[in-house]
């Protein structure tokens, strides 16, 4: 009797459109396309320290709410231009969502929050809101998570991550290398930032691996290095590292090893102790830091929301709260306000007189 020696544990395998064909259905215009050149452009300039103004990545946690994303995105494009002249702001988009065990993983892979797993439309309602953003002129942020997206999306996204989860991965130093936009790579979840620093020496160098062309065909791609990868900390299981000495410490290292010592601090996480009402407390840190001379402290992440708190999914999406995160626990929209015009204002005690 014939035993079969594939697909033993697969139920189904499902079709999927081409990145060249949602692309083609949802197109980049000019609009679209100047603004994540210059989102991208800016960001660079600020890594590179042409641009002294702070970056702030500030958003959910996830979108599963596309009409609650489009209001806290209209807040957003007022008060970055508020704040501009000495800050740049960048809003989490964040569709895909890194799992310690199960749970909701995001946007993508379950777009009508009911365990359908529906990817065909989560994909094109990623896609659908990120062009709503940069029509907007909204500069969009992200983690990739899944090595495949990126055909999808990454034409409309100026700033990506790679996880605390994802760092140590050889799969995604690699896609790192070739992705078209700076990328943060975040400490380990136990704190260890000697994983990022490696991976961005990996992403700095050409590779050849596996993936996929736009047209959906297997392929060897071919990358060229990725200049603008740079260390995020978000502290970890032995504590946080958004202190003065500990930033320190690392930009140190990073010269050691011959990187930029040019770093994000993640307001969140561990940086909180998963405490979103102490996000304040490390963002005023920096900005205390960036005051003092450490200009080299880029710029910070935020996780915000409409509404303050996290709640979670149940079995029916309807009754869930208005702006409120279903991930980790986000600060309001009216404590992110306060919080940005305030760092903005000490921010501006420090600059020279022009």
Known sequence: MAHSTVDVNITKIEPLLSPEDLIRRLPLTAKTAETVLSGREQVQNILRGEDHRMLVIVGPCSI?????????????????????????????????????????????????????????????????????????????????????????????????????????????????SGLSMPVGFKNGTDGNSQIAMDAMKTALSPHAFLGMDSRGQTSVVHT????????????????????????????????????SPRLLVDCSHANSDKDHTRQSIALRAVVEQRMAGNDEIAGVMVESNINAGNQKLGEDPSTLAYGVSITDACISWDETSDLLTEAHSRLAIGQPVR
């Open 224 to 259: 060229t290095g990725n200049t603008y990868g740079h260390l995020v900390l978000r502290g970890g299981t032995s504590g946080a590292n958004y202190e003065a000495k500990a930033v320190a410490e690392l930009q140190q290292q990073l010269r050691d090893a011959g990187l």
């Open 64 to 176: 599963h709410d596309e009409a609650a994303a489009i209001d806290y995105a209209e807040r957003l494009v007022k008060l970055a231009g508020d704040v501009r002249e000495l800050m740049l702001i960048v809003m989490r988009v964040y569709f895909e969502k890194p799992r310690t065990t199960i749970g909701w993983k995001g946007l993508i892979n379950d777009p009508h929050l009911d365990g359908s797993l529906d990817i065909a439309a989560g994909l094109d309602r990623a896609r659908s809101l990120l062009l709503r953003f940069s029509e907007m002129g909204i500069l969009a942020a992200t983690e990739f998570l899944d090595p495949i997206v990126p055909q999808y999306l990454a034409d409309l996204v100026s700033w990506a991550a790679i996880g605390a989860r994802t760092t140590e991965s050889q799969t995604h130093r690699q896609m790192a």
